[in-house]
């Protein structure tokens, strides 16, 4: 692991220059979103510029950093070159609308994208393995590839490891579960312009919303076994893993405030107007979950299951149980 660079931490202007990316072939638009970031940002830059797969550029959105990350984006910048990074203003709505805001500009352009965050560290490998698996899908067909993540805490010495899941991965997963992290993700164009479709959608999480829509739209979905990413655990996290029993204790609690059955109430929506782009399978999974939702025990049960939405592992599909009874989804 690279060790934090030293750089200037005056304030910074940003560039707003539209700048395409090359037509080049296998070229990857690296998509990072940064806020207030300067405590582990270094690493992560150095992580990506040491990456063997180095056909890449690299734009960040910045959200109104007010600590040193412009200034370590704009040191970065010099050194690299303005081909190689560009640096772009956020909407400083939150995480989600800056990732999809950066994704859906007109301005950027590349054979694949992966999304970025600020404080993890990727392993010289994060794209070339995601790139050998993308090559395999016809590039009509959208395409996401997702992957395991090593734990680290903030000092980065290893705490654990995500999950492996052992069941299908598809639409009726992902409508009640977010199972891979957006800073594992890469992605096709045909996935990109699935995701540009409606770019002014308010989402939940940018993550969780192109699992669905790939996945709806009846793209293909891979979930990487091997982790080739360190994701930093840290108080400031957005959004941490979902491991351990803290978590499983976190995610009861959301149940049971109704949290889960707010977000997808919001997916819902979101699915409902782009419903053109689903498969006629998907929209009937989709059709049969939202009726059963309204309905009263012990048909809502009924129609839950007959929907086929499920969980991955044995305590999920409880917890969605339990959810389920007391309205919670």
């Known amino acids: 692991m690279a060790s934090p660079q030293s750089a200037d931490s005056s304030s910074a202007n940003l560039d707003f220059e539209a700048v395409e990316v090359p037509e080049v072939g296998e070229s990857v638009a690296i998509l990072m979103c940064s806020y207030n970031g300067e405590r582990f940002l270094s690493e992560q830059l150095a992580s990506?510029?040491?990456?063997d797969h180095t056909n890449w550029r690299l734009?960040?959105?910045?959200?109104?950093?007010?600590?040193?990350?412009?200034?370590l984006l704009k040191d970065f910048?010099?050194?690299?070159?303005?081909?190689?990074?560009?640096?772009?203003?956020?909407?400083?709505?939150?995480?989600?609308?800056?990732?999809?805001?950066?994704?859906?500009?007109?301005?950027?352009?590349?054979?694949?994208?992966?999304?970025?965050?600020?404080?993890?560290?990727?392993?010289?490998?994060?794209?070339?393995?995601?790139?050998?698996?993308?090559?395999?899908?016809?590039?009509?067909v959208p395409a996401l590839y997702a992957s395991r993540t090593t734990l680290v805490n903030e000092e980065g010495v290893?705490?654990?490891?995500?999950?492996?899941?052992?069941?299908?991965?598809?639409?009726?997963?992902?409508?009640?579960?977010?199972?891979?992290?957006?800073?594992?993700?890469v992605f096709n164009r045909a996935a990109r312009e699935l995701l540009r479709s409606n770019?002014?959608?308010?989402?939940?999480?940018?993550?969780?919303?192109?699992y669905l829509l790939v996945t709806a739209a009846?793209?293909?979905?891979?979930?990487?076994?091997?982790?080739?990413?360190?994701?930093?655990?840290?108080?400031?996290?957005?959004?941490?893993?979902?491991?351990?029993?803290?978590?499983?204790?976190?995610?009861?609690?959301?149940?049971?405030?109704?949290?889960?059955?707010?977000?997808?109430?919001?997916?819902?929506?979101?699915?409902?107007?782009?419903?053109?782009?689903?498969?006629?399978?998907?929209?009937?999974?989709?059709q049969r979950f939202k009726i059963a939702r309204t309905r009263k025990l012990p048909d809502r049960l009924f129609g839950i299951w007959r929907s086929g939405v499920y969980r991955q592992t044995l305590m999920g599909n409880v917890g969605l149980l339990v959810a389920v009874i007391f309205k919670g989804v």
């Open 77 to 140: 910048q010099a050194r690299m070159g303005g081909e190689k990074v560009t640096l772009l203003s956020g909407p400083q709505t939150g995480f989600a609308s800056n990732f999809m805001s950066l994704t859906c500009r007109d301005d950027i352009s590349a054979d694949f994208f992966a999304w970025s965050d600020q404080d993890d560290i990727w392993g010289t490998d994060k794209l070339s393995a995601a790139l050998t698996w993308l090559h395999e899908v016809p590039a009509d």
């Open 158 to 185: 290893m705490v654990g490891i995500t999950p492996l899941y052992s069941r299908a991965f598809g639409f009726p997963n992902a409508l009640v579960q977010n199972i891979a992290a957006g800073n594992t993700m």
């Open 59 to 71: 734009f960040v959105s910045d959200d109104g950093s007010t600590d040193s990350t412009l200034s």
């Open 218 to 286: 009846g793209g293909t979905f891979y979930f990487d076994e091997f982790p080739h990413l360190f994701y930093r655990q840290h108080e400031a996290n957005s959004i941490g893993a979902n491991t351990g029993l803290k978590s499983t204790i976190v995610r009861i609690q959301k149940l049971f405030q109704g949290r889960l059955g707010r977000w997808i109430d919001q997916n819902i929506s979101n699915l409902e107007a782009v419903e053109f782009l689903l498969t006629e399978q998907n929209r009937e999974v989709l």
């Open 199 to 210: 770019a002014h959608l308010s989402i939940v999480a940018h993550d969780w919303w192109a």
């Open 48 to 51: 990506i510029e040491r990456q």
